[in-house]
């Protein structure tokens, strides 16, 4: 069937009919150009009949459309984060599988650009490893001397997760006997904000400080809560003049021209909110079901004959302040004529976890989390959640990556810089040439790997990558649990000398006895190279 190109019959409105008698010519050109809009076509979502007729959102750039709504958002996340146990365990469930354990960092130079044998790169890279390792592993590393780099990893995503982004300070602190001075500050989002609560300006807005072109050149920082007396502010170019970085903002950014990032859980937040109030009035409804209570009910004649002015005040009071919570096992006195008539509570609710699975749901395509996974519960077959977890770790997979490039990594180049220029690590032509530094920094971060609903499916999986080259060692002991295979490998070596020694293995020769095999040289206890 053909479809006719003819349009509908347009029905004019009375101010067509109005236009018509004060000028037909400009009422025949309305009608011809509605006609042939309705003919071509177009967008439903950008029209406005009934359906959309009072949905009319303005269109603003990014800092338009966030800036004001900024601080509601911070704060009803963090409220969120606090009180309702989904909240809670979204950010949990991220931050434990992006972090983890911590984020190691494995450092790989471009040995072949810097001129160095496989050698004497392996031998910079140990000795750099073990420098950074000392640091990280201690909370000097922290301003406040409270936590190891590690567990500011995980407080810095925790942070731009629910707050929508957090400062870094890399602060020079020296310590008596300690031979780094780099130290980490870390400051939630709200105290990044214009001096003594300013309007925003072309200049600054939201503590954020542009130069002409648009781009962040400094944060203003308060030392304590803004709202709190005496707040001070203090204003931190994100560069020294040297090209040294001040401070680290770490947020995700979803539109150009963003200033500030948005909590994670905006988009959310009312179905949160939402969900909490509905769960919290389910379980009331079931305690009160569940309570057996005796009312007391007294008859008007008695009440009038038995008591005295005073007595009856007593008991009027006292019914008059019960305020309908059922306490197993309690009396309630009613007032007299007054009587207790409950409908059937039907509690607990059959369809409540029906629907909060549903809602769960919404919830996880909002932190592009599956539910499953956010809610910890599987019930469906092997393969399903198996993909699941998949499709999960490769959310897990990106957030790392961005964490490690945004905080890692850059903290790792300013600590390298500053063992450089003491002296402490050799590095030719670091300062003189940009493309010689990126070579020396050059380092891969590490973290827990996903874990296995099959572990013995995963090895045999596991060894036919490595067989058929696709993968190789260093590659599945990364994605296994994060380690270093050369360590592995040591490791092991050591092992089997130990277990051949006392005769519980063959030599390769298959020999059980003879000279006790010894480890290969550790190349890691070498000194620094020159």
Not at 89 to 105: D, K, P, R
Not at 319 to 334: E, K, M, Q, Y
Not at 409 to 434: H, K, M, N, T
Request: with cysteine.
């Amino acid at each position: 069937m053909s479809r006719s190109l003819t349009p509908p019959p347009l029905k004019p409105s009375l101010l067509d009919r109005a236009i018509e008698l004060v000028s037909p010519a400009w009422a025949l050109r309305r009608h011809q150009t509605r006609a042939t809009m309705a003919l071509s076509g177009g967008y439903v979502g950008a029209g406005y009949s009934e359906r959309f007729a009072y949905w009319q959102p303005g269109l603003r750039d990014a800092d338009g459309d966030t800036l004001r709504d900024l601080r509601e958002l911070q704060a009803r996340s963090h409220d969120l984060v606090r009180n309702s146990p989904i909240a809670a365990g979204a950010v949990e469930t991220q931050v434990t599988h992006v972090i983890g354990s911590g984020l190691t960092m494995q450092s790989r130079i471009d040995a072949k650009l810097l001129g160095l044998s496989d050698e004497e790169a392996a031998t910079w890279q140990s000795y750099t490893e073990r420098r950074f390792s000392l640091w990280a592993e201690s909370t000097y590393c922290d301003a406040a001397d409270e936590l190891t780099f590690f567990e500011q990893q995980d407080l810095s995503l925790r942070t731009r997760i629910e707050a929508g982004d957090a400062f870094v300070v890399l602060a020079s602190k020296p310590r008596q006997g300690w031979p780094f001075t780099l130290a980490l500050q870390i400051f939630e989002a709200h105290r990044c904000c214009n001096p003594n609560r300013k309007p925003d300006t072309d200049e600054i807005s939201a503590g954020i400080e542009r130069d002409a072109s648009g781009a962040p050149v400094a944060v203003h920082l308060c030392d304590r809560d803004p709202q709190a007396a005496g707040a001070k502010w203090t204003r931190i170019a994100l560069r020294g003049a040297s090209g040294r970085r001040n401070v680290l903002h770490l947020k995700r950014k979803l539109r150009p021209g963003q200033s500030r990032g948005i909590p994670e859980l905006a988009p959310i937040i009312s179905t949160l909110k939402q969900m909490s109030r509905y769960s919290e009035a389910e379980i009331d409804a079931a305690v009160n079901s569940a309570a057996q209570a005796v009312f007391v009910k007294m008859d008007p004649e008695a009440f009038a004959q038995l008591f005295d002015d005073d007595a009856k005040g007593q008991l009027v009071n006292g019914a008059s302040r019960w305020d309908g919570t059922l306490r197993s096992g309690s009396a309630v006195n009613l007032l007299p004529g007054e009587s207790v008539e409950a409908p059937a509570l039907g509690r607990p609710n059959p369809n409540f976890d029906p629907f909060m699975t549903a809602f769960m749901r919404f919830v996880g395509m909002g932190l592009n989390i599956p539910a499953e996974v956010l809610s910890k519960h599987f019930q469906s077959s092997y393969s399903a959640a198996r993909a699941a977890l998949l499709d999960a770790w490769r959310t897990f997979q990106i957030r790392r990556i961005h964490h490690a490039s945004k905080f890692c990594q850059p903290i790792y180049e300013e600590w390298l810089a500053d063992e450089v220029a003491r002296g402490a690590i050799s590095a030719p032509g670091f300062f003189g040439d940009a493309l010689i530094r990126a070579a020396w920094s050059r380092a891969t971060w590490s973290g827990d790997g996903p874990g296995a609903i099959d572990p013995l499916k995963e090895a045999k999986a596991m060894r036919e990558r490595m067989d058929i080259g696709v993968t190789t060692l260093a590659e599945e002991t990364v994605a296994y649990d994060g380690g270093d295979w050369e360590q592995k490998h040591r490791q092991r070596a050591r092992e089997k000398a130990a277990r051949v020694q006392v005769g519980l293995e063959a030599h390769a020769d298959g020999a059980t006895a003879g000279a006790p095999a010894s480890p290969p040289a550790d190349t890691e206890d070498s000194m620094q190279p020159d």
